[in-house]
């Protein structure tokens, strides 16, 4: 990833409505949410969060998809990674005990099980 895409993701993040709705989404698995469950659970107006979704998906953090009426909105894993490689790419600068903690997360990866990272 270069220095634009992730300031640009990074600013998207940078508001707690849309830090949760990412989480959310992060969650809620490949299957995703849709736009009126996404409001539902954070408590926002559909107005709101239809400008938070758009920042979102700019930045290429979410991916929405239609589903008859409804816009299903995923988390855009490889974005995700992406972000976060880049985060720790030149970390630890010869000492790895610094980041240890962060690759055993990161190894972890995602329970398929339960649908979640």
């Known amino acids: 990833m270069e220095s634009l895409p992730a300031v640009a993701s990074l600013a998207a993040l940078a508001h707690e409505g849309r830090l949760s709705v990412f989480r959310m989404l992060v969650q809620a698995g490949a299957g995703g949410l849709a736009a009126g469950e996404i409001a539902r659970r954070a408590g926002v107006p559909p107005n709101s969060l239809s400008a938070n979704l758009n920042i979102l998906s700019r930045a290429g953090l979410i991916r929405p998809r239609r589903e008859g009426r409804s816009i299903i909105y995923t988390a855009d894993y490889d974005s995700m990674r992406g972000l976060l490689a880049f985060l720790v790419e030149d970390c630890c ?4 005990e610094i980041c240890a903690p ?10 398929a099980e339960a649908r979640r990272c």
């Open 93 to 96: 600068g010869g000492s790895p």
């Open 102 to 111: 962060l690759a055993t997360v990161v190894s972890q990866g995602c329970d």
